[in-house]
């Protein structure tokens, strides 16, 4: 009997702190919800420059651990972007206009991006993890959004059967204050997801051309 009411309690604290969980995030109405995504659309239409570090968290729907990198980024706009991750191991990866360059044991292997759809649609979304703003966008994605502590979160479904494909769902997360992008997870239909979270953000700085070069 005493392992039963044992049991009981257990449950019903879990089920406590599942809840106040859940009621940390609330959804916004339609009103808030086109005053946060104006907010932040204004607030990525003047991020002329961005340098962070990040870490990088995947999940496979196969392992049972996940798989974690780290490394830093550099964005200038309108669409240069330099991932140069440094652990577990070093490559860097660069998007300028229609090129990407991938860098690693020294040697460099270069797309065009205009050629594959795939790789062009990679690089929109990478964009767009930078400039949240960007991603925002009725037209591809169903949207919700939230309110959860000091942020706002805004949960993307693609309305695009191809790229469904790809991706199930994304999840953006912005500071309230400063409006940058601070989290992005992302999932496919095999149950694989991937998180970005970003910390150190350094807006709008002077970035070298030369950092967008291979």
């Given at each position: 009997m005493l392992i039963l009411k044992h049991n009981t309690l257990v449950l019903a604290l879990l089920l406590l702190c599942c809840t106040a969980g859940f009621a940390q995030r609330k959804a916004l109405t339609a009103t808030e919800s086109a005053a946060v995504k104006a907010k932040i659309t204004a607030s990525t239409q003047n991020l002329q420059s961005l340098q962070s570090d990040f870490t990088q968290t995947r999940q496979l729907s196969y392992m049972d651990n996940a798989i974690q990198s780290a490394g830093k980024l550099s964005f200038k706009a309108p669409g240069k972007i330099r991932w140069e991750y440094t652990s577990p191991t070093a490559y860097v990866v660069i998007f300028d206009g229609q090129t990407m360059h991938a860098i690693a044991g020294g040697r460099t292997k270069t797309t065009n991006l205009a050629a594959n759809r795939r790789m062009q649609g990679l690089?929109?979304?990478?964009?767009?993890?930078?400039?949240?703003?960007?991603?925002?966008?009725e037209s591809r994605f169903n949207i919700t959004y939230y309110r959860e502590k000091t942020n706002y979160v805004a949960v993307l479904t693609p309305k695009d059967k191809s790229l469904s494909r790809y991706i199930r769902q994304v999840e953006l997360v912005f500071n309230n204050t400063s409006l940058l992008l601070t989290q992005v997870t992302l999932?496919?239909?095999?149950?694989?997801?991937?998180?970005?979270?970003?910390?150190?953000?350094?807006?709008?700085?002077?970035?070298?051309?030369a950092t967008f070069q291979p």
């Open positions: 690089n929109d979304l990478l964009v767009g993890s930078v400039q949240g703003g960007n991603m925002l966008d999932s496919d239909p095999a149950g694989d997801s991937t998180q970005l979270v970003f910390t150190n953000q350094r807006k709008n700085t002077s970035i070298p051309d």
